[in-house]
């Protein structure tokens, strides 16, 4: 199983969210977990795994989806303030909400933190974080996908990368800039990447990457990653609708939840590997620190940092990989 660790940072130590509070230890406990785009499957496993260990512990939990609306993310932030919230965890739509969401919580006295997308306060100090480590997710993409470019023997003249990401989001780019420069390292050629500007779905990661597609009409192998599943998978998917051969394809997806689907379906297929995530760990480990906090009144952890492992089709099962 994929396990969370618990890291200490010095440039961002912190709590930022709260000053200290303790709720009785055998009162009631109730924790909220605000997500963005709470309908991708990534979020839905996430959810999941708080519940499972809210239950665990013996506290309640009230999961809300928040879509990409980053003004729900404010309004729902205050009802549960309102309605007696013991602990936020929050996916924010939008990171430049992000000192509005810790005032918020720190003027109520809520223990706060941040899932998956790093948020700060107005003096740039971040609020404490789970999840995980945007920079090696994408060293770890980047080099897996490098390594499969060097074993098909691919050149780089006729060779083009897609990269396809919400560009507006640190931990997107974090992830897609560090891939690109552990690509260039593991392959050990020099080959042009193209950036897709995507809303981090993969019907909008397949839409405009049509067009890049269609322009290039002289590429014979293409590479693709992005900043989710949903982004390389729907690249991968354009390519194939384009007349794409899926041994022409390199795709390393990040998240595996999609790009196993193919895998368990035994299709030839451009979706070559992925990176493992766990949102269910992301979200059990989001639960633990919150409830340390509010029932021990233990600090919360700067940087509650969940571990990833490649995967691909003759391993994803034994990984752990959830793919329905």
Same mark, same amino acid.
């Given at each position: ?60 939990l ?12 404010i ?29 918020? @919580? +720190? &003027? !109520? ?6 899932? #998956?997308?790093?948020?700060? $306060? ?5 609020? =404490?974080f ?33 990269s ?14 560090? @891939? +690109? &420069? !552990? ?6 050629? #020099?080959?042009?990447?193209? $950036? ?5 779905s =993969? ?11 269609g ?11 992005g ?28 998240? !595996? ?20 995530i ?5 979200g ?21 940092i ?13 990984a ?5």
């Amino acid at each position: 199983m994929i396990s969370g660790a618990l890291l200490a940072s010095c440039s961002s130590g912190k709590d930022t969210a709260a000053p200290q509070q303790q709720a009785p230890t055998n009162g009631k406990v109730t924790l909220y977990y605000l997500q963005k785009q709470g309908d991708q499957q990534y979020f839905v496993e996430q959810a999941q795994g708080a519940q499972e260990k809210a239950k665990e512990l013996g506290v309640e939990l009230k999961v809300v989806n928040l879509g990409q609306d980053a003004n729900k993310a404010i309004t729902e932030l205050d009802a549960a303030v309102a309605q007696g919230a013991n602990g936020v965890a929050i996916v924010v739509p939008d990171q430049a909400i992000g000192p509005q969401v810790i005032d918020k @919580a +720190k &003027s !109520a006295g809520i223990p706060l933190i941040a899932s #998956d997308d790093v948020i700060k $306060d107005g003096t740039g100090a971040k609020a =404490p974080f789970v999840g995980f480590n945007g920079s090696q997710m994408g060293d770890s993409v980047g080099t897996e996908a490098g390594k499969l470019f060097k074993a098909a023997g691919w050149a780089a003249a006729d060779t083009k990368i897609i990269s396809a990401y919400k560009q507006d989001l640190t931990v997107c780019t974090d992830r897609v800039n560090a @891939a +690109k &420069s !552990a690509f260039a390292k593991s392959a050990g050629a #020099d080959v042009q990447v193209i $950036d897709v500007g995507t809303d981090n779905s =993969p019907v909008d990661a397949q839409n405009r990457s049509g067009a890049v597609i269609g322009s290039n009409p002289g590429v014979k192998h293409w590479v693709v990653w992005g900043c989710n599943d949903e982004n390389e998978t729907g690249v991968v998917t354009a390519l194939a609708n384009s007349g794409v051969q899926a041994s022409n394809i390199i795709g390393v997806g990040l998240g !595996a939840y999609l790009t196993c689907k193919d895998w368990a379906a035994g299709k030839d297929t451009g979706n070559k590997s992925a990176l493992y995530i766990s949102g269910a760990e992301v979200g059990r480990s989001a639960i633990q620190v919150l409830v340390d906090k509010v029932k021990n009144g233990k600090a919360l952890p700067a940087e509650t940092i969940a571990k990833t492992t490649i995967v691909n089709k003759d391993n994803y099962k034994q990984a752990g990989v959830n793919c329905t």
